[in-house]
């Protein structure tokens, strides 16, 4: 089973950047890895995924404002928060997919307020 911790939400005023980080307890290098974010009222969404050789995919929403990245020699995920809006404001998850199941972290908040 693996742990994951995500880090680095917090306050910031509309336009401002923010970046997340999601630490895993064990190696992340085979599998893909995603970002998550829910806000009051709504379902979970994708915001942005990376796949384990390094492939991107991003909501229309966050496409050219946000950036996901992994190291693997760290065991961590990064997601660079750009142009942030007052509708970002959410609950980001991270998550990481196997074969068999997903696991995800406990969330970090990020409220976009000015």
């Known amino acids: 089973q693996v742990q994951l911790v995500e880090s680095g939400g917090g306050l910031v005023q509309p336009g401002g950047s923010l970046r997340l980080s999601c630490a895993a307890s064990?190696?992340?290098?085979?599998?893909?890895m995603g970002w998550y974010r829910q806000a009051p009222g709504k379902q979970r969404e994708l915001v942005a995924r990376?796949?384990?050789?390094?492939?991107?995919n991003y909501a229309a929403s966050v496409k050219g404002r946000f950036t996901i990245s992994r190291d693997n020699a760290k065991n961590t995920v990064y997601l660079q928060m750009n142009s942030l809006k007052p509708e970002d404001t959410a609950v980001y998850y991270c998550?990481?997919?196997?074969?068999?199941?997903?696991?995800w972290g406990q969330g970090t908040q990020v409220t976009v307020s000015s």
């Open positions: 064990g190696s992340i290098s085979i599998y893909a």
């Open positions: 998550k990481q997919d196997r074969l068999t199941r997903a696991y």
């Open positions: 990376i796949t384990n050789s390094g492939s991107t």
